[in-house]
């Protein structure tokens, strides 16, 4: 959005509009048109074919989209690859016991028969993708509503998508909207589903400074884990098997122990998953004043708790651990995001904005027309958000982010699916369900999970307007336990039947066919189906009311700005698709007087060390291979790089993209933003805007000199 602002003050000015060196996720197969002058101008040495060619082996397929929401990319010719430790971290763990505790001494396989499969894990590969604009808005008209505008690209686009599916295995094709429903894209993907996890270091290499360093800088994170992506003996995707083998890719990349100087050109392939550029200044002052504020509060509690009792105990520290990640992830970024606004006078900066774009839209009478009420219609609607935002976040991040909670509602959508009819099936079902939530209770602690529901529904009861309180559970708090939320919660954990796996099993059998009602009159599922009923009667309805406003308000607004910006590039908002970041390696000064410079190295990791804290215990082994110097290939002037810092535009679902210097060797593996930048999702400031990468020559180093799996640096094609 800071692009558009000074585009509008440029058009005035009528000089050239530019972006900001760094800004930008452009997409591949546009490279040529969008940016692709602009890169070799700051020394790409790549031609745009190099980079995306569906004819002829590229870039494109070596990087992949890991596991839904990660990016990837293969490095040897036998499909090993290269993604971030925590996009592997929720696999580390479920490996991980007492016994064989990957998370905190790590894990490496000595061959091809020791590496460990992963249901579930998946990794897809763009095969293409094409505009497919005109066919799907053909699909719709200018007297739609915005619901039935969705309903009726959802209806449509299969069969658009099914025109275009290639024969063969694991092929899917998917149409995503960019510049929010004004163009369509479809991507073609072949997915493969037998990745078995290589190697990862402890979680003292992979995740050292833990949440007390995550989106900081200087950082000293060896944010890496190795994955062997394999095949049927076609080379096309299959199930696992043992009988299959190593995946034998169209292209993969070499790797380079050159390194990078400030300055120098970096770029960053990967599937970005959501930005939101395009946001108007009511939408952001909602977002920054009444949303993250709240959603930060619910999950301090949260954590606060999970905290204290992953301290206490080494088995819940291992039970929690991926979750703990997860939850803190953002709850970090958003305190970061309110920060970078606030600092760069994002809503100023957006209001101004928007009264250039009124100035613009007012001086022509057709687009006057269709435009001119945009700002007022989006302050009203986001009035109307205001009204409802508070309820809504206290029930879906607070009550229904409890475990406890989560199951119940698994239960409800199961119970309400099964079939009427044949009670042999229905059981059959049941026995199946039951077993599937073998994962859920390996990791977890009921005990922990009530001290969270007890806090949790405390603040609930606080904040929320007794419109929106079950009156079924005030009256019991108030009849039963005379007010105190503490006995009705342990009331309900002691007699719950979704305490272990077992009373679970035990309470659903004796539901016969036709008796679902037997489950939901159980305490906790009809707890959770009380708050429910509020959410679908009292929340939703105006919430869903003006999230489609917000949306349609949206696309015609996207609409007016790309009239308005039609002779210059314009980038669209990440949608978990894959696209291309160009920047360079440099620094930045977060405050006055504080310069930062964009490289860290092991220096840095002995220095934090901190034997009292599980984030900042130092290996022996690396401590050793510091005191001795013993580098290797990947030691320069007598130093280890650990991570850089550079310009290139990032956001979630990065995690894991490689970074390439100017030949398209990789470099690094894109990990984290710093936390002045993190607000890039809707504001892009040059002088903040950083991303966080781990040298490839630490990669390398742990995997070699540390771990001692030199076989797996010899599959990969080394520059030197």
């Not at 082994?621 to 790089?641: F, I, M, S």
């Amino acid at each position: 959005m800071m692009r558009w602002f000074i585009s509008c003050v440029c058009f005035f000015l009528g000089s050239i509009v530019t972006l900001y060196a760094g800004e930008g996720m452009w997409v591949p197969l546009l490279l040529e048109q969008t940016r692709y002058e602009k890169m070799k101008s700051q020394g790409l040495q790549l031609s745009a074919k190099d980079i995306y060619d569906i004819n002829h082996a590229s870039m494109k397929d070596a990087v992949v989209l890991f596991n839904g929401g990660c990016s990837g990319v293969v490095v040897s010719g036998e499909g090993l690859l290269l993604t971030n430790h925590h996009c592997g971290y929720d696999r580390i763990q479920a490996h991980s016991t007492l016994e064989h505790d990957y998370l905190t001494e790590g894990f490496w396989a000595g061959s091809h028969e020791e590496e460990l499969s992963n249901p579930g894990l998946e990794v897809d590969f763009l095969i293409e993708m094409k505009d497919v604009t005109d066919a799907v808005l053909a699909l719709v008209g200018d007297t739609m509503t915005e619901s039935e505008r969705w309903q009726r690209i959802k209806e449509g686009t299969p069969e658009i998508a099914k025109k275009s599916l290639p024969l063969g295995k694991g092929y899917k094709a998917v149409i995503k909207s960019l510049f929010n429903g004004n163009q369509y894209y479809l991507y073609i993907y072949q997915t493969y589903k037998d990745v078995r996890l290589v190697g990862a270091p402890p979680s003292a290499i992979g995740k050292f400074g833990g949440d007390t360093d995550n989106w900081m800088w200087p950082r000293h994170t060896g944010d890496f884990s190795v994955f062997r992506i394999y095949a049927g003996k076609d080379n096309q995707p299959a199930e696992y098997s043992p009988e299959n083998v190593p995946y034998k890719p169209a292209y993969f990349v070499p790797v380079s122990l050159r390194g990078l100087s400030p300055g120098d050109f970096s770029m960053v392939m990967g599937y970005p998953g959501s930005t939101d550029r395009f946001i108007t200044s009511p939408e952001l002052s909602v977002l920054v004043d009444v949303n993250y504020p709240l959603r930060i509060a619910l999950r301090n509690i949260k954590l606060d708790i999970w905290k204290q009792a992953m301290k206490q105990d080494p088995l819940t520290r291992i039970q929690y651990a991926a979750k703990y990640a997860s939850v803190s992830n953002s709850w970090k970024k958003w305190q970061g995001v309110i920060r970078g606004i606030e600092k760069a006078g994002g809503i100023e900066q957006k209001k101004a904005a928007e009264k250039l774009f009124l100035e613009k839209i007012m001086s022509n009478p057709q687009w006057n027309t269709r435009y001119a009420g945009l700002p007022e219609a989006f302050e009203k609607t986001c009035e109307m958000q205001r009204e409802y935002i508070v309820p809504s976040i206290l029930i879906k991040e607070g009550i229904f982010g409890v475990e406890w909670m989560q199951m119940a509602e698994k239960i409800c959508r199961f119970v309400e699916s099964l079939p009427s009819g044949d009670e042999n099936s229905w059981t059959s079902l049941l026995n199946e369900f039951i077993s599937d939530q073998s994962s859920f209770y390996r990791n977890y602690r009921p005990e922990v999970d009530r001290e969270v529901f007890t806090a949790l529904l405390t603040e609930f009861l606080k904040n929320a307007d007794s419109r929106y309180i079950p009156a079924a559970l005030q009256k019991t708090v108030d009849k039963k336990f005379h007010g105190d939320i503490f006995l009705y919660v342990k009331d309900l954990y002691d007699h719950s039947v979704l305490k272990d796996q077992a009373s679970l099993g035990k309470a659903l059998l004796k539901a016969k066919s036709g008796h679902a009602g037997k489950v939901f009159n159980l305490p906790e599922i009809a707890l959770y189906k009380a708050f429910d009923r509020v959410f679908l009667e009292k929340i939703e309805p105006v919430s869903q009311s003006v999230d489609w406003k917000l949306d349609s308000l949206t696309r015609i607004y996207t609409e007016a700005l790309l009239l308005l910006n039609a002779d210059q590039p314009v980038y669209p908002d990440a949608n978990l698709t894959l696209r291309v970041a160009y920047g360079s390696i440099e620094g930045f000064s977060p405050s006055d007087a504080v310069l930062y410079t964009p490289f860290t190295y092991l220096d840095g990791v002995i220095a934090k060390e901190d034997t009292s804290i599980y984030d900042y215990k130092v290996p022996a082994r690396l401590k050793a291979l510091y005191e001795a110097g013993d580098y290797g290939d990947y030691g320069v002037g007598g130093r280890l790089p650990v991570c850089m810092l550079g310009s290139n535009h990032t956001s979630g679902g990065n995690s894991g993209s490689p970074v390439f210097n100017r030949n398209g060797e990789l470099v690094g593996l894109n990990f984290d933003r710093n936390w002045e930048g993190t607000m890039s999702d809707v504001l892009y400031d040059p002088e903040q805007c950083r991303n966080i990468m781990v040298d490839i020559r630490y990669v390398l180093f742990i995997i070699d000199k540390f771990a001692g799996s030199k076989h797996l640096v010899s599959e990969m094609q080394i520059v030197k």
